[in-house]
């Protein structure tokens, strides 16, 4: 197939052709071990269209689209939205958290009660629009009325909360992902093994014939091992672990000193994370004391193997996956995957890149009076000197609470970060419609990674501090 038939603007930009056939070469090629592309490709080169050249080679294959974020959501839906306007009839659904998408506003625990009571004695108790979405074990019509609209109309989660009147988004959600060719989910999703299987199965995805295409991917590193850890602090571990176990880094040696009936009694008011926590000691994990006991795998190849192994094809995109040969190290412990990596797009002179040598974020000069009034000149600079919208990243939500105050003193409408994902599209909304704003965020945090910014809207963007992950005992072992 052609892409052109598939692409939906009138030009590529810079190196997106180049990428675009790699990802067609990569999605169409036979052979025995399953096919992975790592694509390093900066901001501009349009990276989501890479969905266009999959579905063009895709055959029945169903597309999974693994995504960090939520507000990464619209960027796909709009893209699907623009092939779709060509003739093309893909059929796209979402699976979104439930507690996002609640009519009720229940917690995951407080909606799984209200279901179990669904055609039991208690049933007037029941959650009413999962009784709605129900007819016995079946979708009710309603249910498959919504669904049929979501894959119609493809709205965004917001609005699809809002169309569901009688039913459960989330139900309807689950109906729709059986029927759609691409279907966009979570990292926890996805890179979540035990997740990963009961959502398959409920979704009738069959691994086999699933290309994957990972957005934001030099972020799966810490995704799976913050999935196969746990973390109790000192507070929480105050009655169950000896305080002499600190400096100890292997997990046979914390199992042989921790107090058993102690761990016993505490997985009675913690079940879960108590589980977890010694699944993980008995499977060598690596363990640290810094600060409270944290135990997990800092080693993600052998998840990433099997997950690539078992897929058609595997896509993983990003912005920033440099050096792509040690990326291919850290997530399969060795030569696994064909990597392409793109050049900047934007012409040097039209780049105005400026370091601050003085202003530092460095922990042992970050709160000195010199060096606050620093940043903060450079802040005013940007906020003042610049005409438009301007963002502003910041290291961490610690550091954006500390220069928040001060942002706002300018005149200009400040957005802030919201710490509740489902806060993100209405602010994003407001925002790219001004005209002369300031947004505040954090680096990796939900405004910096994966959002459009259409049609030039940020006039200038400053990121204050390196945002690397502080170095500790844990990032020496990964990086050994
Ligand atoms: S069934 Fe749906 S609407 Fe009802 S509590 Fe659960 S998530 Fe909320």
Request: glycine content about 6%; some cysteine.
């Amino acid at each position: 197939m052609k892409l052109e038939d598939w692409f939906p603007y009138e030009h590529f930009r810079p190196y997106q052709r180049e990428m675009l056939e790699a990802v067609k070469e990569a999605v169409s090629t036979k052979s025995i071990q399953s096919p992975v592309l790592m694509i390093n490709a900066p901001t501009g080169v349009g990276k989501t269209s890479c969905i266009s050249a999959v579905l063009c080679e895709r055959g029945t294959r169903k597309v999974v689209v693994v995504l960090r974020t939520v507000s990464q959501i619209e960027v796909y839906l709009e893209e699907i939205r623009r092939i779709r306007e060509k003739g093309k009839n893909v059929k796209v659904s979402y699976l979104v958290g439930r507690e996002k998408m609640c009519k009720l506003d229940k917690s995951y625990s407080a909606c799984e009660y209200l279901r179990v009571l669904y055609g039991k004695e208690h049933e007037g108790e029941t959650c009413p629009y999962y009784t709605a979405s129900r007819r016995g074990r079946r979708p009710s019509e309603d249910a498959l009325l919504d669904a049929f609209k979501l894959i119609r109309d493809i709205p965004s989660p917001d609005r699809l909360k809002e169309m569901c009147s009688r039913t459960c988004p989330y139900e309807v959600m689950r109906i729709a992902s059986r029927d759609a060719d691409v279907i966009l989910l979570n990292y926890n999703h996805v890179f979540d093994e035990e997740l990963r299987d009961i959502v398959f199965e409920w979704l009738d995805i069959d691994l086999r014939e699933t290309i994957l295409v990972v957005d934001e991917a030099h972020n799966i590193g810490n995704a799976i091992s913050s999935i196969n850890s746990v973390h109790f602090s000192d507070e929480e571990t105050r009655d169950w672990i000896p305080e002499d176990v600190k400096g100890i880094t292997s997990s046979d040696e914390l199992l042989k000193r921790i107090d058993i009936d102690k761990v016993v009694e505490k997985a009675e008011s913690d079940e879960r994370k108590m589980k977890k926590f010694l699944k993980l000691l008995h499977s060598h994990s690596i363990v640290s004391t810094e600060s409270g006991i944290w135990v997990g795998e800092i080693d993600p190849s052998p998840h990433l193997t099997k997950l690539v192994d078992s897929v058609s094809v595997t896509i993983m995109l990003s912005g920033t996956f440099y050096p792509l040969d040690a990326y291919e190290l850290y997530y399969f412990g060795g030569k696994r995957a064909d990597k392409l990596s793109l050049p900047n797009p934007f012409p040097r002179e039209n780049r105005l890149v400026l370091v601050s040598k003085n202003a530092t974020t460095h922990s042992s000069k970050r709160r000195k009076r010199q060096n606050i009034e620093e940043i903060k000149a450079h802040l005013e600079g940007m906020i003042e000197g610049i005409e438009g919208n301007v963002a502003i990243y910041f290291t961490s939500y610690e550091m954006l609470e500390d220069y928040a105050d001060f942002c706002e003193g300018f005149g200009k409408r400040v957005f802030i970060e919201p710490k509740d994902a489902r806060e993100v599209p209405k602010l994003l909304r407001e925002f790219i419609h001004s005209n002369n704003s300031v947004l505040i965020g954090v680096c990796g945090g939900k405004l910096s990674e994966g959002v459009d910014y259409p049609r030039g809207i940020l006039k200038g963007v400053c990121v204050v501090g390196l945002p690397f992950s502080a170095y500790t005992k844990m990032q020496r072992c990964i990086n050994e």
